[in-house]
């Protein structure tokens, strides 16, 4: 009965490969994110979805392209892969009319690319 | 361009003292603060919160403190435990901005026994 799940929990692969990162949440919540932890431990937003539609796309290299298939989901599929992409990533959810705009995260994908 | 800064990464505190974890922010924009606790291995979980329009928030052992015109928050426990040995993440969003957070780099803080 896990609310935010995330598989697999940790990838290792090679540079310039394709991988992907699944994000289910059973919390009813309409919006959806992910984040990137970096080596510097700072959480930065990557996307955010609401309602399967795109509201946040920071500066994010295309080769990343998010994929919401319904409220519940969403995939982060990674092309090309680079070093510097190694990084822990986390998916979370909300509820948009939640005032308190909490998130409830993940536990998250260490992603290391050799 | 760091928003919001947790210039201690690590605080150490003895059992039943109180801890006091500190956040700075620069955007003025910032209405809405909360504070994340972090294990090893698990996503950051929601602690508290505050809106711009208080000063004070408390939860049991947890009390937040914003001082808007400084520009900063300070997270409370007291008294502190060995299982509130985590990271500390402050985070800052902006109403009407897609609920984006903003975090700071984090602060461990270890409880000792």
């Known amino acids: 009965d896990t609310a935010v799940s995330q598989t697999p929990k940790y990838l290792v692969t090679q540079m310039g490969n394709d991988k992907s990162i699944k994000c289910e949440q059973n919390?009813?919540?309409?919006?959806m994110y992910w984040y990137k932890q970096d080596s510097k431990k700072f959480l930065k937003i990557m996307f955010s979805y609401n309602n399967k539609e795109l509201i946040i796309n920071e500066t994010v290299p295309n080769r990343f392209s998010p994929k919401s298939p319904d409220k519940a989901h969403l995939n982060l599929h990674i092309n090309s892969l680079e070093l510097g992409d190694s990084a822990v990533y986390f998916c979370?959810?909300?509820?948009?009319?939640?005032?308190?705009?909490?998130?409830?995260f993940g536990p998250g994908t260490r992603l290391t690319v050799l | 361009d760091q928003q919001v800064k947790q210039n201690s990464p690590s605080l150490s505190v003895q059992e039943g003292r109180i801890s006091i974890l500190n956040c700075d922010y620069t955007?003025?924009?910032?209405?809405?603060f909360l504070w994340y606790k972090k294990y090893p291995a698990e996503g950051p979980t929601f602690l508290i919160s505050i809106s711009s329009i208080k000063d004070k928030n408390e939860d049991g052992r947890f009390t937040v403190f914003l001082n808007k015109s400084a520009k900063h928050l300070s997270l409370h426990i007291v008294p502190s435990q060995p299982g509130d040995s985590a990271v500390y993440f402050c985070?800052?969003?902006?109403?009407?901005?897609?609920?984006?957070?903003?975090f700071g780099s984090g602060t461990q803080l270890t409880v000792l026994p």
């Open positions: 979370a959810s909300s509820q948009a009319r939640d005032l308190n705009n909490e998130q409830f």
């Open positions: 985070a800052a969003s902006i109403s009407g901005s897609a609920r984006q957070l903003t």
């Open positions: 955007n003025s924009m910032f209405d809405y």
């Open positions: 919390l009813g919540h309409d919006t």
